[in-house]
């Protein structure tokens, strides 16, 4: 307890610096953690991407009866499959025409159906890879009726180059945040050690121990820490709540984003351990 209020103290008596140090604390944890939001939701997205992205099955002109019935069962038994669903061509012809409404007079001009019979084929999002899914269309392919495939291919294939920038991004971003986080931490408990050389030179002529002196600042350091991460909290909250939560209702595609609450908790606790890691860093080689 005495450690603490020693602590406590010294935090109070030079409280513009230690405000400063929190500050900047709790700024890069908050660009920090917004980063490894950003790379969480991508990684959600390419996760449930194979569900979300439907791939079409057209069907050659001469194909029916048992044929689709074989060609729906083939592709059924593949372990990637959610779900099958037939849509012929004139079912097809009617989704078109309601999708350009007004201006169905552009299909009028064709004499007859140019579509043709298909199947929207859903996967299943738990377990299916990249590499899973360009496999199944190869065997889709290779099975006697089909004439192509369709698929959101390049969308998948951007979205996977987007999580992989992403890591590395947020990696080099972290290594770089926590080494500011920790430098400052360093810093401050560095200056605040010298500020107070003359009252730990009483307490050595008094018999104090080396760990006896160093206790104080460890604490100092993991405080600054967590009161830096709370700040970050603080911020990620707000922003979540004033802003991200607005860009929802007026923009539904950022209803997908989601921001796991443990990250609140997690960010002061995080702050902590780098405070006291720079705490270390900073009291490790003085002589005293």
Same mark, same amino acid.
Request: with cysteine; proline share 0%.
């Given at each position: 307890m005495f450690s603490l209020r020693l602590a406590l103290q010294s935090i109070f008596k030079e409280k513009w610096m230690n405000i400063l140090s929190m500050l900047s604390i709790g700024v890069m944890l908050f660009i920090l953690i917004s980063v490894a939001i950003v790379v969480y939701n991508v990684e959600m997205l390419t996760a449930q991407l194979p569900e979300r992205l439907t791939l079409v099955v057209?069907?050659?002109?001469?194909?029916? #009866? &048992?044929? +689709? *019935?074989?060609i729906q069962t083939a592709i059924r038994a593949d372990q990637t499959v959610k779900s099958i669903t037939f849509v012929s061509k004139e079912k097809a012809l009617e989704d078109l025409k309601k999708v350009f409404k007004k201006d169905d007079f552009i299909l009028k001009g064709f004499g007859e159906n140019p579509l043709f019979d298909s199947f929207d084929v859903r996967l299943k999002s738990e377990g299916v890879k990249k590499?899973?899914?360009?496999?199944? $269309?190869?065997? +889709?392919?290779? $099975?006697?009726?089909?004439?192509?495939? &369709?698929? #959101? &291919?390049?969308?998948?294939?951007? $979205?996977?180059?987007?999580?992989? #920038?992403?890591r590395a991004l947020g990696l080099s971003i972290g290594i770089i945040f926590v080494c500011s986080v920790t430098? +400052?931490?360093?810093?401050?408990?560095? +200056?605040?050690?010298?500020?107070? *050389?003359?009252?730990i030179e009483i307490y050595k002529l008094l018999g104090a121990t080396r760990w006896f002196v160093r206790v104080p600042f460890f604490m100092e350091g993991s405080i600054i820490g967590l009161l830096g991460g709370a700040i970050g909290s603080g911020m990620l909250l707000g922003f979540y709540s004033y802003f991200i939560k607005k860009l929802m209702v007026d923009i539904p595609m950022f209803t997908i984003i989601s921001i796991p609450m443990q990250f609140l908790y997690m960010l002061p606790v995080f702050g902590l351990f780098l405070g006291l890691g720079g705490a270390v860093l900073a009291l490790g080689r003085l002589k005293y």
């Open positions: 057209l069907l050659k002109e001469d194909v029916e #009866g &048992e044929e +689709i *019935k074989a590499d899973e899914v360009k496999r199944l $269309i190869q065997n +889709i392919k290779s $099975i006697h009726g089909v004439d192509d495939v &369709e698929y #959101g &291919e390049a969308l998948m294939d951007s $979205i996977y180059a987007l999580k992989g #920038g992403l430098f +400052i931490c360093y810093a401050t408990v560095k +200056i605040l050690f010298y500020r107070h *050389k003359d009252e």
